[in-house]
């Protein structure tokens, strides 16, 4: 498969997740793909307007084959920008979506939610082809597959759209004009390490990751640091012993949760990157005899966590306000398109009601990620 460390950012949003689900294909150039089925694409939910949070929703707009090529700055009134997710159907993403109808609402755009059921690359491919074919302004994407989708959105580009990835970025940065990142891949990767060896207790013992998809460039780069900040001696007594990949889809994710503790019997922590993951994981420890030998954590929500938090099967995980990324990449992407803002390292820019300034590659990181514990899980409601 976060949230700001201020209380104001984490103010109850209405919904539930998977965080950074990413697919398995890595074709780079599948055929173009007509309009997607109708069943694969979704207007955004109602919900409702929680302080300091991007909720709102925009009425969704039906996409027209007949509206023009935007080829100079426009108003932010007359954008049409198309919010992409990994998958569609997903908590995580839905919520995202509440920020980015927020912020459409804000500017007074016309903002369409769709996307694929799966997490794939293969499958976004066919939604950037025909948000290209009907000349949207913008695309905010999540990226199912870091590589896969990077040719298809320069051609967006090359269309003279804008676009912008949050959650899960591509290899090629020259593929987007920015990237909305929830807390630093380091920050992110070092502290669920950190969560496992205070759960894992002063003997330690041995850990597994139970990630999402192999091409997820997201959990790949948060792996990387886990496996950077074992490697310090006060971890010395933490062994990680097994990586594996549920691809964000329950079943699998369980199947490999179970899988991680037959093949391991002294395994102590499961670290999941992946709401989907955390949530599958803890699911199944807390209905079977693995209940308080094996603790979860890692990065999920709220909502769907609270049973485990409470029944001890997850003591501590973390995440990021999701809203806060949808919201961000509209504003972003508004303001690319309508020219006032030249993306560039160094640059500072105001995004509704965040102040946030851009990092190397155009990256612009949004806050650290925040931890939930059975003292504050009851406080958040998403």
């Given at each position: 498969?976060?949230?700001?460390?201020?209380?104001?950012?984490?103010?109850?949003?209405?919904?539930?997740?998977?965080?950074?689900?990413?697919?398995?294909?890595?074709?780079?150039?599948?055929?173009?793909?007509?309009?997607?089925?109708?069943?694969?694409?979704?207007?955004?939910?109602?919900?409702?307007?929680?302080?300091?949070?991007?909720?709102?929703?925009?009425?969704?707009?039906?996409?027209?084959?007949?509206?023009?090529?935007?080829?100079?700055?426009?108003?932010?009134?007359?954008?049409?920008?198309?919010?992409?997710?990994?998958?569609?159907?997903?908590?995580?993403?839905?919520?995202?979506?509440?920020?980015?109808?927020?912020?459409?609402?804000?500017?007074?755009?016309?903002?369409?939610?769709?996307?694929?059921?799966?997490?794939?690359?293969?499958?976004?491919?066919?939604?950037?082809?025909?948000?290209?074919?009907?000349?949207?302004?913008?695309?905010?994407?999540?990226?199912?597959?870091?590589?896969?989708?990077?040719?298809?959105?320069?051609?967006?580009?090359?269309?003279?759209?804008?676009?912008?990835?949050?959650?899960?970025?591509?290899?090629?940065?020259?593929?987007?004009?920015?990237?909305?990142?929830?807390?630093?891949?380091?920050?992110?990767?070092?502290?669920?390490?950190?969560?496992?060896?205070?759960?894992?207790?002063?003997?330690?013992?041995?850990?597994?990751?139970?990630?999402?998809?192999?091409?997820?460039?997201?959990?790949?780069?948060?792996?990387?640091?886990?496996?950077?900040?074992?490697?310090?001696?006060?971890?010395?007594?933490?062994?990680?012993?097994?990586?594996?990949?549920?691809?964000?889809?329950?079943?699998?994710?369980?199947?490999?949760?179970?899988?991680?503790?037959?093949?391991?019997?002294?395994?102590?922590?499961?670290?999941?990157?992946?709401?989907?993951?955390?949530?599958?994981?803890?699911?199944?420890?807390?209905?079977?005899?693995?209940?308080?030998?094996?603790?979860?954590?890692?990065?999920?929500?709220?909502?769907?966590?609270?049973t485990y938090v409470k029944d001890g099967t997850a003591n501590k995980f973390g995440l990021?306000?999701?809203?806060?990324?949808?919201?961000?990449?509209?504003?972003?992407?508004?303001?690319?398109?309508?020219?006032?803002?030249?993306?560039?390292?160094?640059?500072?820019?105001?995004?509704?009601?965040f102040d946030l300034e851009i990092g190397e590659k155009n990256v612009v990181v949004v806050?650290?990620?925040?931890?939930?514990?059975?003292?504050?899980?009851?406080?958040?409601?998403?």
């Open positions: 498969m976060m949230i700001r460390r201020t209380m104001a950012g984490l103010t109850m949003l209405a919904m539930t997740v998977a965080l950074a689900g990413c697919g398995e294909d890595d074709e780079a150039n599948p055929p173009a793909a007509s309009t997607p089925p109708a069943a694969t694409s979704a207007s955004a939910p109602a919900a409702s307007t929680p302080a300091a949070t991007p909720s709102e929703s925009a009425p969704a707009a039906t996409p027209s084959d007949t509206a023009p090529a935007a080829t100079t700055p426009a108003a932010p009134g007359n954008l049409k920008i198309a919010i992409l997710p990994k998958s569609i159907n997903n908590p995580y993403f839905d919520a995202s979506n509440k920020g980015a109808q927020k912020a459409c609402g804000e500017i007074k755009a016309t903002c369409d939610y769709v996307g694929p059921t799966e997490a794939t690359g293969a499958a976004q491919l066919e939604f950037i082809n025909t948000l290209v074919q009907k000349k949207y302004d913008a695309i905010v994407i999540s990226a199912a597959d870091q590589a896969a989708v990077a040719p298809a959105m320069k051609e967006a580009q090359d269309a003279g759209i804008t676009v912008v990835t949050y959650d899960a970025d591509v290899t090629d940065d020259t593929a987007r004009s920015l990237m909305i990142q929830p807390s630093s891949a380091e920050l992110i990767g070092r502290q669920q390490v950190k969560w496992a060896l205070e759960l894992a207790g002063a003997d330690g013992g041995e850990v597994a990751i139970l990630s999402a998809a192999q091409t997820a460039e997201n959990q790949n780069k948060w792996i990387e640091f886990m496996n950077d900040e074992l490697k310090k001696p006060e971890y010395s007594k933490l062994k990680l012993v097994d990586t594996v990949y549920g691809d964000d889809d329950a079943a699998k994710s369980a199947e490999k949760a179970a899988g991680l503790m037959q093949a391991h019997p002294n395994l102590k922590v499961i670290i999941s990157p992946t709401t989907v993951g955390i949530r599958e994981a803890a699911k199944y420890i807390s209905g079977s005899n693995f209940k308080g030998k094996v603790q979860v954590t890692g990065l999920g929500l709220p909502s769907e966590m609270a990021w306000n999701p809203e806060d990324l949808g919201y961000i990449g509209v504003h972003a992407a508004a303001q690319v398109k309508g020219g006032q803002l030249k993306p560039g390292p160094g640059v500072k820019f105001k995004a509704g009601t806050g650290p990620p925040f931890e939930f514990n059975k003292e504050n899980i009851d406080n958040f409601k998403f």
